[in-house]
């Protein structure tokens, strides 16, 4: 699923949501299966466990009242799809080299994104299937796999702080050669892509992860992060002196008025009168492009299909009470992260930190965009959640059992002696 959502335009069509639902059943079922077989029915509590909960059963209530029951039934569906797969990464990736394959998929997927987003860019797209001729895209922006710019930067930025987070703390000296080339080519790919949210979102999820490492006790070598802030301003200063930049900064508050800031806060004030005519269960989950049409502002133009802003398009949706649920999922997220932090292995360290960076990009890229309403950014996003939140890895499936008589032996190896405290 993590190869296909991304290289499928990000999943935005209904035959890509349907292979989703498909995927993950196929995938459910396997777990359970394999459960069944081995009757291993003990359930991982995390923080996020009590929030999530609480998101679907507003949500179901908020369908009960729906102003179009079908569609938000759908998007309940897809709700819970996200749910399953977070606890799925959960249950399944327990092991240390388990948790490295996962980050080395998705490093991989991004790297292959963004290399062929760079070839096509520049006017060479081996692959006619993604050339997007039923829509309008705009010149001299790098879109890859996807059709909006700024939804590939929104994956792009998540997986770029992991990398960087991974290859600081989470990886030897021989690999982190190997990184060195794919975190350059995905920082090539979010700053061609000219997304003004991707920019600020990254820089935000830097600034986090700067910040945690220079606090860091167990850092070696502050030195390396001085030397990564002053490369990254470095390159910011050559970036945003080129004319394209430029162009894209401007357009915050000029240019296309379909684009620019300005459009952006006029367009949330329709959003905050729907939100007033349906404050305790919102309008429905998935109709918000139905029902905005009858507050959207005059002079903008194009129908909005998203509020440009994810913490207001699903508060219209499932109510004010989701801002609740909002701020406690967040809490509970970022306080199991900056434990985790603190882990004496240096992988946790790193998968942590770079899954917490990612999240920090998009939360704060979400204030102008809609990339939680992409399904392969969601899940993008999900699965950062399930890393930095989940069960520390251990260092095999099926770690021996030792007799407590034998743990002093001189006879047993130390490694064997140190099993409990591994675990």
Do not use: C
């Amino acid at each position: 699923m993590l190869i296909f959502t991304p290289l499928a335009r990000g999943s935005v069509q209904d035959w890509a949501i349907t292979t989703i639902h498909l995927l993950t059943l196929i995938a459910l079922a396997s777990f359970l299966l394999e459960n069944s077989l081995v009757w291993r029915w003990k359930w991982i509590k995390t923080p996020l466990d009590k929030p999530i909960l609480v998101v679907i059963i507003l949500s179901i209530l908020s369908t009960i009242f729906s102003v179009h029951k079908y569609t938000s039934i759908w998007s309940v569906v897809l709700l819970i799809n996200y749910a399953v797969i977070y606890y799925l990464i959960i249950h399944t990736f327990r092991t240390r080299s388990e948790l490295r394959q996962l980050v080395y998929l998705v490093i991989g997927v991004a790297a292959f994104i963004s290399l062929f987003g760079i070839f096509k860019w520049s006017g060479v797209n081996p692959f006619s299937w993604w050339e997007y001729t039923d829509i309008l895209q705009t010149p001299g922006r790098l879109t890859a796999t996807y059709g909006n710019a700024n939804h590939l930067a929104g994956y792009i930025e998540m997986t770029l702080l992991l990398t960087i987070g991974f290859s600081l703390t989470g990886v030897g000296g021989g690999k982190r050669i190997l990184i060195i080339p794919i975190t350059i080519v995905l920082l090539a790919a979010l700053i061609l892509s000219l997304s003004r949210g991707g920019w600020s979102g990254a820089i935000a999820g830097l600034a986090l992860m700067i910040t945690i490492l220079m606090t860091a006790h167990r850092l070696r070598s502050k030195k390396l992060v001085l030397t990564l802030s002053a490369g990254i301003v470095a390159a910011a200063i050559i970036v945003l002196s080129t004319g394209p930049v430029v162009d894209r900064i401007i357009t915050v508050t000029e240019g296309n008025p379909e684009i620019n800031m300005y459009s952006r806060l006029v367009g949330w004030r329709g959003v905050v009168n729907m939100i007033k005519d349906y404050p305790l269960l919102g309008s429905g989950p998935g109709t918000f492009s139905t029902v905005y049409t009858q507050y959207q502002p005059p002079g903008l133009g194009k129908r909005r299909f998203y509020a440009h802003n994810d913490y207001m398009h699903f508060i219209s949706e499932v109510g004010m009470g989701l801002s609740i649920v909002i701020v406690w999922l967040i809490v509970a997220l970022y306080g199991r992260g900056h434990k985790k932090i603190k882990n004496p292995s240096r992988l946790v360290r790193g998968t942590t930190l770079g899954a917490l960076a990612g999240i920090t990009a998009i939360l704060f890229h979400s204030f102008v965009d809609f990339n939680l309403n992409i399904p392969a950014n969601a899940i993008l996003f999900t699965v950062l959640a399930a890393v930095a939140t989940g069960p520390v890895p251990v260092n095999n499936r099926f770690p021996i059992r030792l007799d407590p008589s034998m743990k002093k032996s001189a006879n047993v190896p130390a490694r064997h002696r140190d099993v409990d405290r591994i675990r």
